[in-house]
């Protein structure tokens, strides 16, 4: 469905401000991930997942492109998560949870009247709801779950359980895949779950698991853990910096990893900006959501 439909034709923006309104989506999605120090690259890896998982589903290539897109930006409420909850380095506490589970209706709030609200809506909403019921924000069952939020809410959990937190190391993705396969009906899609299954027997998630772009593989701080942003633009003897304990990293040589330089500095570690070639490249790849 097309959602200027929905708008008077003198209100409906050109298609190069289409693309504009979508980038600036994306930046705010970027700028949210960069505020959690554990996080770096989820979203993009969300995408990656979400686009297969679609195209496995025989979607059409406008509806893989807005899944993927909900796929990058189902995580815009955590713009209302207050840092120490966001950065704890401890598992948190039910009060904790219960904080952390208002950012679908957040990140529903923050999108309010933009003209492309709709593209996202679904995904940002509803993506921790479960076929059981047991999901949330309003418990939802089976195909009351919007498409889009099912196959993100598969994506979202996989990415989950495959990265690392301070608490823990990330599962193996053969894990994971048989996590998903016990809870399948009940905390993910079935048939969804079992195409899901079916990518990763067929080692089609490999290349996304531990990247933050694509051939970009994770990078982490060796004082404090948290992620390393790199963009795959970078070249070496670039600085770059954890956004928690702000140490400053440059990039090897053939961007074989990255060495410490011994210093820090906080400032420019808090205001690295969003990665626009990253947002360009999804904004090309899915225009097709945009038609």
């Known amino acids: 469905m097309k959602w200027s439909r929905f708008l008077p034709t003198a209100l409906r923006p050109a298609p190069d401000s289409r693309q504009q309104l979508l980038a600036s989506l994306l930046q705010l999605a970027w700028v949210v991930e960069a505020r959690d120090p554990y996080t770096g690259g989820h979203l993009w890896r969300v995408a990656q997942f979400s686009r297969l998982l679609a195209q496995a589903a025989g979607l059409s290539e406008a509806e893989v492109a807005r899944v993927a897109l909900g796929g990058f930006l189902h995580d815009l409420g955590k713009i209302a998560i207050p840092d120490a909850i966001?950065?704890?380095k401890e598992r948190l506490n039910d009060e904790e949870y219960a904080v952390i589970r208002t950012h679908p209706e957040s990140g529903l709030r923050l999108l309010g009247a933009h003209p492309l609200a709709q593209l996202a809506r679904d995904a940002v909403l509803l993506h921790h709801e479960t076929p059981d019921g047991n999901g949330y924000p309003y418990g939802l069952r089976r195909e009351a779950i919007p498409l889009v939020?099912?196959?993100v809410g598969i994506c979202d959990a996989f990415d989950a359980m495959t990265s690392s937190r301070p608490y823990r190391s990330g599962m193996p993705i053969s894990?994971?895949?048989?996590?998903?396969?016990l809870e399948l009906g009940r905390q993910f899609d079935a048939e969804l779950g079992e195409l899901f299954l079916t990518l990763g027997d067929g080692d089609a998630l490999a290349h996304i698991v531990g990247h933050t772009d694509e051939g970009i593989p994770l990078e982490r701080c060796l004082s404090c853990g948290p992620t390393v942003v790199r963009t795959r633009e970078a070249k070496a003897g670039d600085a770059l910096y954890c956004p928690a304990c702000h140490s400053e990293y440059?990039?090897?040589?053939?961007?074989?990893?990255?060495v410490p330089s011994g210093r820090q500095n906080r400032a420019l570690a808090l205001?690295?900006?969003?990665?626009?070639?990253l947002i360009e490249r999804l904004v090309a790849q899915h225009r097709a959501a945009l038609d």
């Open 149 to 151: 939020a099912r196959i």
């Open 86 to 88: 966001l950065g704890k």
């Open 250 to 258: 440059t990039l090897a040589p053939s961007g074989a990893g990255i």
């Open 175 to 181: 894990k994971a895949l048989s996590i998903i396969k």
């Open 271 to 277: 205001s690295m900006a969003p990665d626009a070639a």
